[in-house]
């Protein structure tokens, strides 16, 4: 094992060995809105004909963990590592920005799919959606979580006190999920809303995820792959550049 | 090639009343293979920034440093294989064991199966019964010699220690010290800042003394420990100090000290003290110490002789090392 595959390790290893709090407990909350949304909304919400809104509620579910989660992971750790001064053992070590890269968003996918297949399997038991598509569960799933990843490692980086870290939790990333049309299909929103939610790439990963449990959404999965795959990229080429200059882990 | 090579290296943090502020200003040094190299100087005086800038931890503004000829910037890879850095700041991963720790700052430096340098190392620094145990159950202490095993898990040949035995018991003082020179005797170059004087004194072969970030003296310890005064003359005063003394006094509560080249000058404050008919208490002479020295240098322009810092002399006791072996044979001495 060497370079980045210890750094990726590592970072496994440290959600793992807490990972009543950092799996354990994700699936619960979302098994918790399941049975409140799913009990109260079933018969007010109209989703799609033929799917039953417990059902409709699964793949969103699951890709909301998956998000949260693969943010959580790196952004927490880098920001701790500093809090903590241990950034300083890494920072020690010959690992390039890439090395650094790979490590710190693999690991976060580990984790977004870990806390993910386990909402996934408690849920699916009250819901029971297809498997459509099971190829574009896989790849929605994966960008997505890579996707989250690399914000939380660009967000990692940028906070310097925990309050900075929750800030960009609480005001970017779950806005952006919760509007995203994991508990409704954006068709139900009025016309200047739907507009507004095409602006949100998070839309775009659950609706194409949600392509592969029932085969209908709400734009062309293909659409959805091009969106996601480019913000993935745009994402990941601005974390890999402030790994390159070491943007305020290296003074 | 020399192990270690600073040029002209300058660092400015930009200060937020515009006025910046320099951490280094322009310092030049070469450390030899195989030296025990001290770093000196009061707090603030950049030797942090000046390690910072040799690991790769802070940039400079100016300037290049070299680790066996590999640049910390362009070639910081191979520059960073070279180095083991023990930081000054007492940290540690809370998540890992010991062992789990060095193994995976093994793995950051591509060296696998590490297991039996780690036992070594385990064992040297006295962690042997700890290896299993949580980063957060041990004590400073302990931590602190996990720093230095982490810093040694690459068997990097330059080795630096910033302040490792600041707050650390005389136990471990000895025990870190025996190992380092050990490493040292097998040709790892160390670079050591401290604050305890008497321990650059015993181990470094030699010494650069810097404040404000501008080097102000480089020299053989030896060498330095000559052009002191060779003695002091100390003794306890209650009543005043006589204005002759004024300027050439250390004065440390009762206890006044004051640097002498020779008998006669020895007399000489001797007879002052009779003339001002001083009361002084257990008055005694005793030879300079490098604490005389770094006062010396810390307070008047000892600067002038920086220009002779170019490398130093090779090995002149025939040994490949450039420290003198008899100071790092002396590690026994360090006292707290």
């Known amino acids: ?251 | 090639m020399p192990a270690i090579s600073f040029q002209s290296v300058s660092k400015l943090y930009p200060s937020v009343r515009g006025a910046a502020l320099k951490a280094l200003d322009g310092v030049s040094f070469d450390i030899e293979e195989g030296e025990f190299f001290g770093l000196l100087g009061p707090n603030g005086a950049g030797k942090t920034t000046l390690i910072s800038v040799l690991a790769g931890l802070t940039r400079a503004s100016s300037g290049r440093v070299a680790v066996r000829g590999h640049d910390v910037q362009r070639d910081y890879a191979q520059a960073r294989r070279q180095l083991g850095v023990v930081p000054q700041e007492l940290v540690f991963d809370p998540f890992f064991s010991v062992r789990e720790t060095l193994r995976i700052q093994s793995g950051y430096f591509g060296v696998k199966n590490n297991d039996a340098w780690i036992d070594e190392l385990l064992q040297s620094l006295g962690l042997a019964d700890k290896a299993t145990a949580n980063m957060r159950q041990l004590s400073g202490g302990m931590k602190r010699r996990v720093l230095v095993a982490q810093a040694l898990v690459h068997k990097p040949p330059v080795i630096v220690l910033d302040e490792p035995t600041a707050g650390v018991d005389v136990e471990l003082r000895q025990t870190l010290w025996q190992f380092i020179a050990r490493l040292n005797k097998q040709g790892h170059t160390v670079l050591l800042t401290t604050h305890y004087l008497e321990e650059a004194e015993a181990l470094c072969g030699r010494i650069a003394m810097l404040k404000a970030g501008r080097m102000m003296a480089l020299e053989r310890t030896s060498e330095l420990l000559k052009a002191a005064s060779s003695n002091v003359l100390r003794f306890k005063l209650d009543t005043a100090l006589p204005a002759q003394f004024e300027g050439k006094a250390r004065v440390t509560g009762r206890i006044v000290q004051l640097p002498a080249h020779d008998a006669h000058e020895i007399e000489r404050y001797l007879a002052i003290i009779r003339e001002a008919g001083l009361r002084v208490e257990d008055v005694e002479v005793r030879k300079a110490d490098l604490e005389d020295v770094f006062l010396d240098v810390m307070s008047a322009g000892y600067a002038g002789r920086t220009d002779a810092i170019a490398a130093p002399p090779p090995g002149d006791d025939g040994t490949a090392h450039g420290a003198d072996p008899r100071e790092a044979d002396s590690i026994e001495a360090p006292t707290a």
Do not use: C
Not at chain 1, 49 to 61: K, Q, R
Not at chain 1, 146 to 175: C, H, R, S, Y
């Open chain 1, 1 to 251: 094992m060497t370079g980045w595959q210890t750094l990726f390790y590592k970072e496994v290893l440290r959600f793992w060995k807490v990972s009543f709090q950092t799996v354990a407990a994700p699936v619960l909350t979302a098994v918790m809105y399941m049975l409140i949304f799913g009990h109260v909304l079933r018969d007010h919400v109209k989703v799609y004909d033929t799917i039953s809104y417990t059902a409709f509620l699964v793949p969103g579910l699951v890709m909301m963990s998956v998000l949260q989660n693969a943010f959580a992971n790196s952004a927490s750790s880098l920001v701790q590592s500093k809090i903590m001064g241990n950034l300083v053992f890494i920072l020690l070590t010959p690992l390039s920005h890439w090395s650094w890269f790979l490590a710190y968003v693999g690991s976060s996918v580990a984790r977004g799919l870990a806390v993910g297949l386990g909402v996934f399997l408690v849920t699916a038991w009250f819901g029971r959606p297809g498997l459509v598509a099971p190829l574009w569960i896989i790849v929605f799933a994966l960008e997505g979580a890579a996707m989250l990843g690399t914000l939380g490692l660009i967000a990692g980086l940028w906070a310097e006190k925990f309050d900075q870290m929750a800030a960009f939790q609480n005001f970017v990333i779950m806005p952006m999920t919760f509007l995203s049309g994991v508990f409704y299909s954006i068709h139900s929103l009025p016309v200047f809303w739907q507009g507004v939610s095409h602006l949100n790439p998070f839309f775009y990963m659950i609706d194409g995820f949600r392509y592969g449990f029932f085969g209908v959404s709400d734009v062309s999965p293909w659409l959805s792959l091009a969106i996601v795959s480019s913000a993935l990229l745009a994402v990941s080429a601005i974390a890999v550049h402030l790994l390159r200059i070491g943007y305020k882990i290296r003074t």
